[in-house]
């Protein structure tokens, strides 16, 4: 068959055989418009149909000549082998959806649950129902990360609801108006359920932890002495750059409760603090608020401890009484420092074997930091500056000249900036844990400017999980700004896998039975 009736049925064939692939993956996955098989296969029946009439004489002359024989084996070898070809690749379609592996290629690992977060979709011992509350329009962009939880444990169950298609279940379970507009999560387990608005991994995950584990853990600022704001207080201090209020933000994301406590008035730490945090006092305590502190870790509390260079606070004499000594000095690192400033190193060496620090192994950032270092057992460096650092402790030779000089009574590099170690009970009770100390020579790798830089929000949250006993929430969490994606709608991602899969190919084809016919047509083969 030449000329027209060549092309025509060309073409034919093409919008058929589509029709055809597009009509059994329809069977499989729901991604293609019926009209669009429809009419495949409607224009292809035609395109057929006026080939034989225009060329059927030049067919029935084939088909009793030799050649037609030929065509035929060789044109049924070819049928044979493309319907196995689609056998084959439908029944690995078949296995991948039944048993799926997936692999992140992504820069950052981006599209992987940090290990905080697979530990404990891994200790999940109870069924536990995952609940979106979106329009159909808006699940393929939340689908992307709760596809990952579900992908991690076989205890959760997924379900996505239409909160307009359901009003019932939205009164039964009280949801807010407000929050239903913005979209939200709810997490239950027979015991209860709670309600996540914020649709991150971080969220997902403390959402999870909140109900899995009930009761909040309480942490107590000290204040009264010069210390780092920690909430705004109906002022700008919290938010400034030398605040902590992003500090208390992750530990409250990390489901503890935070408050500031005035100890000079009270003269004691409450019964209900599981922690209390000291961060750059820059002025003495009274005798009476060391020895409430004394007793307070003393008899099996935990405490978090923050100390800058040079800050006028007699805190060294409790450290001191624990085998724990504050450098008078500043770490200088020419080499390993942000921006070239040789008083904000880098560390990137950490206790390999200590909870805090084991998981770690990316670099953190101290601007002015003083060496810490302990003698007794029981106490281990956190946290050691680079080789080429030291602790510079002529500081009147420093700034009387501008520089600061490695000399003959420095503390050569790696430096310990940090320590964390157990105090022992005063009452020797045998079947109590001993009180735990983390003791820091900076408080400024902390503040609202630094706590984002490098790995510093880490390692601060590390150690408040290891005070508090919570092992299980030490890790690397996910990095705030995540890699840039394009959110899709339902009706834009059918646009894309139509393209991808059935238009562009098609099209292909077309061009292909075009070129075909124009060579057939010039004489060639």
């Known amino acids: 068959m030449t000329g027209w009736p060549a092309l025509l049925g060309g073409l034919g064939l093409v919008a058929v055989l589509f029709g055809l692939l597009s009509a059994g993956i329809a069977l499989f996955q729901p991604v293609t418009d019926l009209s669009w098989i429809g009419w495949n296969l409607a224009i292809g029946v035609l395109l057929l149909a006026a080939s034989l009439l225009f060329g059927f004489d030049t067919v029935r002359q084939r088909i009793q000549s030799g050649e037609a024989r030929r065509v035929g084996r060789y044109g049924s070898s070819a049928v044979v ?96 108006p407000e929050a239903l507009a913005r979209g939200l999560v709810r997490i239950s387990q027979a015991s209860g359920g709670m309600v996540v608005t914020d649709l991150t991994e971080s969220g997902l995950t403390n959402g999870l932890l909140k109900l899995t584990r009930g009761l909040e853990k309480k942490i107590y600022f000290i204040r009264g002495h010069g210390e780092r704001a920690i909430e705004s207080l109906g002022t700008e201090e919290g938010e400034a ?16 409760q935070v408050e500031s406590l005035d100890l000079s008035t009270r003269g004691e730490i409450p019964q209900d603090a599981e922690a209390v945090v000291v961060s750059g006092p820059t002025r003495p305590f009274f005798e009476h608020e060391l020895a409430a502190l004394r007793a307070y870790a003393e008899e ?22 624990w085998g724990v000594y504050l450098g008078d000095d500043v770490v200088v690192d020419p080499v390993q420092a942000i921006f070239n400033q040789a008083t904000v190193p880098m560390a990137a060496e950490y206790a390999p074997d200590h909870p805090i620090t084991q998981s770690l192994r990316q670099a953190t950032v101290y601007p002015m930091v003083r060496s810490v270092d302990a003698t007794q057992e029981g106490w281990e460096a956190l946290v050691l500056t680079g080789p080429s650092s030291w602790a510079e402790r002529d500081l009147a030779g420093w700034q009387a000249s501008g520089r600061a000089e490695f000399g003959d009574g420095d503390l050569d590099g790696p430096v310990p900036i940090a320590v964390a170690g157990s105090v022992s009970r005063i009452d020797q009770a045998e079947n109590r844990s001993p009180g735990r100390v983390v003791v820091f020579g900076d408080s400024d790798f902390v503040s609202n400017e630094f706590i984002e830089a490098q790995y510093n929000r880490d390692i601060f949250l590390n150690s408040a999980n290891w005070l508090l006993g919570d092992i299980d929430q030490i890790s690397i969490r996910p990095r705030l700004s995540r890699a840039s994606r394009f959110e899709m709608n339902a009706d834009q991602f059918r646009a894309i896998v139509s393209l991808s899969l059935f238009v562009l190919p098609e099209g292909i084809a077309v061009a292909g039975v075009l070129a075909w016919w124009l060579r057939r047509g010039r004489g060639g083969r």
Do not use: C, H, K
């Open 81 to 176: 082998s493309a319907v196995s070809w689609i056998l084959i690749l439908g029944m690995l379609g078949f296995l991948a959806q039944r048993r799926s592996l997936r692999f992140d290629w992504s820069e950052g690992d981006v599209n992987t649950l940090t290990e905080q977060t697979a530990d404990l979709l891994g200790r999940l011992d109870a069924d536990t129902e995952v609940t979106a509350f979106f329009a159909r329009s808006e699940i393929p962009a939340v689908a992307a990360l709760l596809d990952l939880y579900d992908y991690q444990s076989d205890r959760l169950a997924i379900r996505y609801v239409d909160p307009n298609a359901a009003p019932l279940l939205v009164e039964e379970l009280a949801l807010e």
């Open 241 to 256: 750059a030398e605040g902590m209020s992003r500090a208390v933000d992750a530990l409250r994301n990390e489901t503890y």
């Open 300 to 321: 099996g509390g935990a405490l978090f401890i923050l100390v800058d260079p040079r800050a006028n606070t007699n805190l060294g004499d409790l450290l001191e009484g």
